[in-house]
């Protein structure tokens, strides 16, 4: 087979080798999953050395952990704030209904819906900007509460069977 010597002086840098083989992998048309048997050979026959290969198999698995942590702390905060939305919705609509019941006179139940609903936009703000330091701070907040709720369960697990 004869070589174009155009492209056997084609060079590619690390970020555009990496870049390449991503999209074709991607594009590949391979439902399966691969074993760590084949992992194991693309690496050698990319001349990616064990320890290198291992620590990139680690940090996989650390990135799929706290995405997964992310994720549950989402819909944590999402089903916190439906929550609150509910209860904006009841107390609301009953403390307008009151107020109707009354003449309507004065309509504080207004006053009352819309500084409530300016809290509950904000708190919705917060949950769905992910962004900034504050979800960061909040995340590692919840994340301490969930660790040391998990230590205290096992402990007592542990105290239980005795």
Known sequence: MAINPSKATLTYSQEQVQQI????????DYDGEFSHAQLLE?????????????QAIQ???TQQSELAR???????RRANLRKKAGRYAIANSSLIL?????GFSFPWSLYIALLWGLRLGLNAWNVFHTGDEAYEQAFRRWE???QLQQKADT????ILSI
């Open 70 to 76: 992310r994720q549950s702390f989402d819909q944590y």
């Open 42 to 54: 693309i690496a050698e026959e990319l001349g990616i050395p064990q320890p290198t290969l291992d």
């Open 59 to 61: 940090n996989v698995k």
């Open 98 to 102: 009151v107020n109707a019941l009354m």
């Open 144 to 146: 301490r509460k969930h």
């Open 21 to 28: 083989l991503n999209l074709a992998i991607a594009q590949q």
């Open 155 to 158: 402990w007592l697990g542990r």
